[in-house]
């Protein structure tokens, strides 16, 4: 079984060299910091937002609120929780080297 992997529609190519982003447009808690700090960006803050996206899928938050805290612990404090870390260790990783 393949896995594919769609474009999060975050980045606009302007030339074949460079991502303009006066366009950019998401969901806020999904966004890598160049696009919150609305500085030059180039596709990988795609793989930023799927990192984001795999906390999701390993985690199975019970709640909004827990769901939020977790996604904000590892864009600002680039933390994830002891208990996900034991039980996804190598996700875990993963989803670290993709945000």
Known sequence: MD?????FGLAIV???NAIDSSEAAGTPS??????????DFTE???????????????ACFSTFMERNRS?????EKRKISKDIEEEFPLECKIIMNMT
Do not use: M, W
């Open 3 to 7: 896995a594919k992997l769609g474009d």
């Open 30 to 39: 999904y966004l890598a910091p160049e696009l919150r700090e609305n500085k």
């Open 44 to 58: 990988k803050v795609d793989i930023y937002s799927c990192g984001i996206v795999f906390l999701e899928l390993c």
């Open 71 to 75: 996604i904000a612990n590892l864009r």
């Open 14 to 16: 302007t030339d074949k």
